[in-house]
């Protein structure tokens, strides 16, 4: 199964969720969408507006793809599960998000060769087939500045 997440940002991403709908009639495996404030109602999906903590992270679990926003708690919760993440970043000119950060993020997970980062849904098939081939690093988690700021000021109070 793949699970195609839009995230819980109240803004559609109908672009996404149409683009799957039609996706699955032209491959074997179910898609299953979580398709949050999208007003675009799949016909040929498996789909909710949301799920809960549970039924998200078992959906993650369990599917062969994850192709999501470029939200960063989901690519990592995708990527700690060490599943192949596509993501297709939210944007501004589809009225998706306020600005397009998301493409930042989907470029820096990209550049390190953890995702495969799609920008235009039509070739959602082509990444869906690469992901299949491509090889995927794990994110390396560093420890750095902002762990040491947040310990150093928790220090503060407790003298």
């Known amino acids: ?17 149409k683009a799957v709908d039609k996706l699955q009639t032209t491959i074997s495996e179910e898609i299953f969408v979580q398709k949050g404030w999208s007003d675009y109602i799949p016909v040929n999906c498996r789909y909710t507006d949301f799920l ?12 062969s793809i994850l192709i999501t926003h470029a939200g960063v708690g989901t690519i990592i919760t995708g990527l700690n599960a060490k599943k192949p993440v596509i993501v297709v970043p939210r944007r501004n000119k589809y009225l998706e998000h306020v600005d397009d950060h998301q ?4 470029e820096a997970f990209a550049s390190k ?6 920008d235009d849904v039509e070739k959602l098939k082509e990444y869906i087939e ?3 081939k491509f090889d995927f690093k794990p994110y390396k988690f560093k420890v750095g500045n902002i762990e040491n700021t947040i310990m150093n000021y928790i220090n503060i109070f407790e003298k």
Do not use: P, W
Request: charged residues 20%; aromatic residues 4%; hydrophobic residues 35%.
């Open 103 to 106: 493409c930042q993020i989907a």
């Open 130 to 132: 690469k992901a299949g």
């Open 52 to 63: 809960d903590s549970n039924e998200y992270d078992k959906m993650i679990s369990e599917c």
């Open 1 to 17: 199964m793949i699970f195609v997440t839009t995230g819980s940002q109240k803004l559609q991403m109908n672009r996404l969720v």
């Open 113 to 118: 060769h953890c995702v495969l980062r799609c």
